[in-house]
């Protein structure tokens, strides 16, 4: 018989919000190139990384995230943090991102990534 503790220490974790997958993403995608350490074990998620780029690559394929976006989402993402709307060199930078994490975080949920 086995207690539900031991069954929830194997199941996969869901994601917050597209913040959270993105910026995972980006520092798993770090450790698997070698140019972060992995101090502690992962969590086990209810995706692959690959499953992440393929989902960021269908959106810029098909239009729903443009070129601005993904520069944007790339540099503040290896800032680990998203641009601040009241920050005003940041401001349209923080438009862009906050588009991009809405059609990231739609498109997620259904894939049922995002709780």
């Not at 770090?30 to 086990?44: D, I, K, L, P, Y």
Request: with cysteine; glycine share 4%; charged share 25%.
């Amino acid at each position: 018989m086995t207690s539900q503790k031991t069954q929830n220490a194997y199941s996969a974790e869901k994601f917050q919000s597209a913040e959270q997958l993105w910026f995972w993403f980006l520092y798993s995608k770090s450790v698997q190139n070698g140019f972060a350490r992995n101090a502690h074990a992962a969590t086990r998620r209810v995706c692959e990384l690959l499953d992440v780029e393929t989902l960021i690559t269908k959106l810029y394929l098909s239009g729903d995230l443009t070129t601005e976006q993904l520069k944007i989402m790339k540099q503040f993402g290896d800032r680990r943090r998203a641009p601040h709307q009241y920050i005003w060199s940041e401001n349209r930078a923080a438009a862009l991102w906050h588009d991009a994490m809405e059609t990231i975080g739609a498109v997620a949920k259904k894939r049922g990534w995002i709780e």
